[in-house]
């Protein structure tokens, strides 16, 4: 048995906490500060300081999580997702300093980690591909030649890029130059590397992917197929197992080629294939990732094969647990509950999780990083939480992900639930064959949906609510929220009231007009006007950056801007950064 240090947050970290336990082996979490009294802090059987609140102090700190894997006499690492978890340098001081590293070998993420030899890769084992030049393009000329061959439009995209950065739709051959230009100067601010490839534009595709596991000796097994097409910013927002309306050869090819690709570098551990596909059927090939995926639920509870205990039983040399790809059992969606609006176009919303009431029932998984009363931090991803549901077939999980999703309460952040339901809803992504594409919620779905009314409005603030029974019904009794105040001065029952009234929210503070206030909490990035300059209303004025993401605020009103706070600053919701008068 292990001491698994884990050196992720949430409710990654969570997960696999809990298969330590189920499989005898030690969990040792690692915390930031302010993740001291988080859930997977608490939950592990061991926990160490990074000593930090950023990312990059804690989470993403090589040295401090060797060292914390040394204090706590760890024998195993496993990176959960994000963070490090992609990392070849990471991996290496993992095993340079003698431990087993829960994941592929560092020379498998460097050479899967780029882009342009993945494609190689792929191109070698006759994976589908759509056509591209496989190697860095040396200027725009080539990819002007190549577009004259093949058609518009293309895509230029970092060899080493990543989280949907880096790529450069292009549907004129006027636009060709330009497009090069700042790919390849993003690509080396963004990544350090500016080797950019071109390939061909697949309009309005699929996102499928394959689940594999691999011994590290040549043997790789898929474990089954996913769809993820339902995303906002090329992130995923909903999953499912497995991919509807595929057909036969179609999922045939698409298997064999993950498990092609993977065996060509003798693959260890679990990883991701992913792929494009095409409403003409053309498929081709993405990107490997090369550790476990959020969306790994789905295909767990299709297939009945633990991930995480996969990961393990590789990493301490017991080879696979499966010979081939099982048969898919019954259908799952995977709903992932971010802190963010999407009425305000997914803008993260963290803060405190007042209440937080988890559904039951037949085939319902709850994976969680957070109880109420957490905070979902601001200096890290907005994903608090996965709901996966099972069910008999694809209608039947869609049904049970619906009354799922209604039967759970979150109070605090605005979540991106209403926009969830929404989705599941839609006859274009009920339909068997699964009508939409990765830009279809940008696309059809935001521009019809109502705005989200935030929860916690100050017109609400003065009600609280409970829910109590007359002659056997159940009935919602409104009271102002004085009156709960006034009670428990008395020392009455009024802490049954705690948390069922709405607060007031800090949103309101400070919007008065002419005011640019904080619409996230987070940092300060930049002015986009100098101090004294003239705005209109709508201007954008200044960048904050939340959550990995960066928003930008807008003048209320026309006039002269005068800046309030300094670059770098912390602001709260409804902090004032600048005033137009
Ligand atoms: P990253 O590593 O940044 O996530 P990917 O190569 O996985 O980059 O691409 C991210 C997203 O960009 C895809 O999910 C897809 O929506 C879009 N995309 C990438 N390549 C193509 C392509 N050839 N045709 C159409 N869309 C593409």
New binding site residues.
């Given amino acids: 048995m292990s001491r698994i240090l884990i050196a992720n947050r949430g409710e990654i970290a969570v997960r696999i906490i809990r298969a330590c336990s189920h499989y005898g082996h030690t969990s040792v979490a690692v915390y930031a500060d302010q993740d001291i009294e988080a859930m997977h802090t608490q939950l592990a059987d061991e926990a160490y300081a990074l000593a930090g609140t950023s990312a990059g102090d804690t989470y993403l700190n090589i040295e401090a999580i060797i060292s914390a894997a040394r204090v706590s006499e760890a024998d195993a690492v496993h990176p959960g997702y994000g963070f490090l978890s992609e990392n070849a340098d990471f991996a290496a001081a993992v095993e340079d300093a003698g431990l087993i590293w829960i994941g592929p070998t560092a020379d498998t993420i460097t050479a899967l980690g780029d882009?342009v030899t993945a494609r190689q890769l792929a191109q070698k084992v006759g994976a589908p591909l759509?056509p591209g030049i496989d190697r860095p393009l040396n200027d725009a000329s080539e990819v002007e030649s190549f577009a004259d061959e093949h058609g518009l439009p293309i895509?230029i995209?970092a060899a080493h890029?990543?989280?949907?950065?880096g790529?450069k739709i292009v549907y004129d051959l006027a636009e060709v130059s330009g497009a090069f230009e700042s790919a390849t100067r993003e690509a080396s601010e963004a990544f350090g590397r500016s080797e950019c490839f071109v390939?061909?534009?697949?309009e309005r595709?699929r996102?499928v992917e394959v689940q594999i596991v691999g011994d590290g000796h040549g043997r790789v097994v898929a474990v089954g197929d996913r769809d993820c097409s339902a995303?906002r910013r090329?992130q995923k927002l909903i999953e499912e197992a497995p991919a509807p309306g595929l057909e036969t050869d179609q999922r045939e090819r698409l298997h064999r080629s993950a498990e092609a690709i993977c065996a060509e570098v003798d693959y260890r551990g679990a990883g991701t294939v992913?792929f494009?596909l095409a409403a003409d059927g053309t498929m081709?090939f993405?990107?490997v990732n090369t550790r476990l995926q959020v969306e790994h639920p789905v295909t767990e509870a299709v297939s009945a094969v633990d991930l995480v205990a996969e990961q393990f039983r590789i990493a301490f040399g017991l080879g696979l647990s499966l010979t081939s790809t099982p048969e898919p059992v019954g259908h799952a969606f995977e709903l992932r509950i971010n802190a963010e609006d999407p009425g305000r176009g997914f803008l993260p919303t963290p803060g405190r999780i007042d209440t937080l009431q988890a559904p039951g029932g037949p085939g319902v998984r709850w994976d969680a990083g957070v109880r109420a009363g957490d905070t979902v931090q601001p200096a890290f991803d907005s994903l608090f939480a996965k709901l996966i549901v099972h069910g008999p077939d694809r209608s039947a999980a869609i049904a049970r992900t619906v009354t799922a999703a209604k039967e759970l309460v979150v109070e605090g952040p605005a979540t991106v639930l209403p926009c969830s339901l929404d989705i599941l809803a839609d006859p274009a992504f009920t339909a068997e064959d699964l009508r939409i594409h990765?830009q279809w919620i940008e696309s059809e779905l935001l521009p019809r949906m109502d705005a989200q009314k935030r929860p916690a409005l100050m017109a609400e603030s003065d009600m609280a609510r409970m829910t109590i029974e007359i002659d056997g019904k159940l009935t919602t009794l409104g009271l102002p929220s004085s009156l709960f105040a006034r009670m428990g001065a008395l020392g009455g029952a009024a802490s049954t009231a705690d948390g069922s009234g709405s607060t007031g929210s800090a949103e309101t503070a400070g919007e008065e007009s002419g005011s640019v206030t904080a619409p996230v909490p987070g940092s300060l990035v930049d002015y986009l006007v100098e101090d004294g300059a003239e705005v209109a209303a709508g201007d954008d004025v200044a960048v904050l950056s939340a959550m990995k993401m960066e928003t930008r605020v807008q003048a209320p009103a026309s006039g002269t801007l005068t800046q309030v706070a300094k670059v770098g600053d912390t602001v709260s919701v409804g902090d004032v950064v600048a005033r137009v008068e």
């Fill in positions: 882009k759509a895509i995209k890029g990543g989280g949907g950065r790529m390939e061909k534009y697949l595709p996102h995303q090329n992913e494009l081709t993405l990107e990765t």
